[in-house]
C-alpha cells in the first residue's frame, strides 16, 4: 500500500482535504478508513441570482459491469428544485488511455424506465485524477429522477472499502437515492442506448467518488425593465434574452401596499433568442406608482422582477395638439389633454363650415387622450378640427391628400 493524498478544490472555497489508503489491484482491495463515504452531505444552498456553480462530492457504492470489463459508477438523484447540471466528474485511475461516456438518464419513478437525455464523450488517461465530462447543459426538471454516471473501457482500479451511508441523501437539488446497480450498465457504445430498466439497485461496499456540478436554473433571462409616461398613461417596457418554459408575465402593480395583477402578457415558451414586451397601464390619475413583473412557469412556478417607481403628473392644462401624420390619407390621431373632469367635445369641419366628423362627446376625467380620425369617405382637401370643454375652446387645421 502507499499513501495518497487527495485535496479538493472548490471555486471559491476549499471543501474539504483528505489522505488515504487506496488499492490498486481488482482481488485485492485496500481499505480506505479515513474518506467519508460522503465528503460534504450537506451542502450550502446556491443563492438566488448570484451566477456561482455548486461542487458537490458523493462516493458511488455501486458497480455497473458490462461485458469484458467495462465499468460504471454513479448515483440515481431525485431532482426537488430544478437545477441546471453543467459537469460531472469521477475520480480514477485508468491503467491506459481510456474512452468515457458520461451518461445522464431520466425517469419518472425510482424503478422503472430512464430515458437517455445527455451523453457526452470523453477521452483521457491513463493517471490518476478527476475526469472530467466538461461542460454540460442540462436541466434537471423536479420531480424526475436521473441517474448520472460515466463508463468505461480499460481498467481503473480505484475504489476503497467503505461502509455505506443510509440514503437519501440530502444535496441541493434533491437526494441521492440511491447507486448505479449491476443491471444499469450498456455495452460500451456510442451512442449510448435509448432507455435503461431498473431492476434494482445493487449496494456493496465499494467507493468511487463522484462529483455532481448545478447551477442556477433560470427560466427567463430579463436583460431591461423600462417605462415611458405619456400624458396619464404609463408605458412598460421589457426584454429577455432567453426563456425556458415560459408561460408569462403578470404585470402588478402595488395597491394600498399588496400586489394586485392588471394584465398578463403571454411569453414566447423556450427560446434562445431575444425577446420585446409591452404593457400600457391608462387613465392613472396623478401620483406615484410602483409595478413589477412576476414571470410564471408553465408549471405554475413563479419569479418576480426588480420594482419600477414612477410618477404621473397632473395635468397643468388644457391642450389640443396638432394631428400626426400630417398631410395624411386616410387616417390619422389626434392628441389633447383635459385638466379637469368635464364634458369634452371634439368634431371636424370643412372649409364651408360643415361638420363633417363628431369623434368625441362625453365626460373625460382628467388626462392626455388619443382619437383617430379616419376620413375614407371624405376628398382631399383642408378640414379643421375643433375641442372644446367648459370653457377651453381651441381650433387647428389638417390636410387629407389622397
Known amino acids: 500500500m502507499r499513501n495518497k493524498s487527495i485535496t479538493i478544490f472548490f471555486s471559491l472555497l476549499v471543501l474539504c482535504c483528505f489522505s488515504a489508503l487506496y488499492g490498486q489491484s481488482s482481488t485485492q482491495p485496500q481499505i480506505d478508513k479515513t474518506a467519508p463515504f460522503v465528503v460534504n452531505p450537506n451542502p450550502d444552498p446556491i443563492i438566488n441570482n448570484i451566477d456561482t456553480p455548486i461542487e458537490e462530492v458523493f462516493g458511488s457504492n455501486a458497480n455497473a459491469f458490462g461485458p469484458a ?19 460531472q466528474r469521477l475520480y480514477l485511475n485508468p491503467t491506459s488511455a481510456a474512452s468515457f461516456q458520461f451518461l445522464v438518464y431520466e425517469g419518472s419513478t425510482f424503478a422503472g424506465t430512464y430515458n437517455l437525455v445527455s451523453s457526452v464523450d470523453v477521452t483521457g488517461g491513463p493517471g490518476e485524477g478527476w475526469y472530467s465530462s466538461g461542460a454540460m447543459d442540462y436541466d434537471l426538471q423536479a420531480g424526475m429522477y436521473y441517474l448520472i454516471y460515466p463508463q468505461w473501457d480499460v481498467n481503473a482500479n480505484y475504489y476503497n472499502l467503505q461502509s455505506i451511508t443510509p440514503y437519501p441523501i440530502t444535496c441541493s437539488f434533491g437526494e441521492l437515492v440511491g447507486g448505479v446497480g449491476w443491471d444499469w450498465a450498456p455495452v460500451y457504445s456510442v451512442p449510448a442506448p435509448a432507455t435503461q430498466t431498473s431492476v434494482g439497485l445493487e449496494g456493496t461496499g465499494v467507493a468511487y467518488y463522484q462529483t455532481i456540478v448545478t447551477d442556477d436554473l433560470i427560466p427567463v433571462e430579463l436583460t431591461s425593465f423600462t417605462f415611458n409616461v405619456k400624458g396619464n398613461d404609463v408605458i412598460l417596457n421589457w426584454r429577455t434574452a432567453t426563456e425556458t418554459n415560459n408561460n408569462g408575465f403578470q404585470v402588478q402593480r402595488k395597491t394600498a401596499g399588496e400586489w394586485q395583477t392588471i394584465g398578463f402578457i403571454n411569453g414566447s415558451g423556450t427560446t434562445t433568442s431575444p425577446q420585446e414586451y409591452s404593457y400600457t397601464d391608462t387613465k392613472l390619475a396623478a401620483g406615484t406608482y410602483t409595478y413589477r413583473l412576476n414571470q410564471v412557469d408553465f408549471d405554475g412556478s ?101
Open 302 to 402: 413563479s419569479n418576480a422582477s426588480s420594482e419600477l417607481i414612477i410618477v404621473v403628473n397632473k395635468i397643468a392644462d388644457f391642450s389640443l395638439e396638432q394631428n400626426y401624420p400630417n398631410p395624411f390619407n386616410p387616417t390619422t390621431l389626434i392628441g389633447y389633454s383635459v385638466s379637469q373632469r368635464g364634458n369634452v367635445s371634439l368634431l371636424v369641419y370643412d372649409l364651408l363650415g360643415r361638420e363633417v366628423a363628431n369623434l368625441v362627446n362625453e365626460v373625460k376625467e382628467p388626462g392626455s387622450y388619443k382619437v383617430n380620425f379616419n376620413a375614407s369617405n371624405l376628398p382631399s382637401g383642408v378640414y379643421t378640427y375643433r375641442i372644446q370643454s367648459g370653457n377651453f375652446v381651441q381650433t387647428k387645421k389638417m390636410m387629407l391628400m389622397k
Open 69 to 87: 470489463g467495462l465499468r460504471g459508477r454513479g448515483n440515481v438523484f431525485h431532482c426537488t428544485t430544478a437545477k441546471k447540471l453543467v459537469e
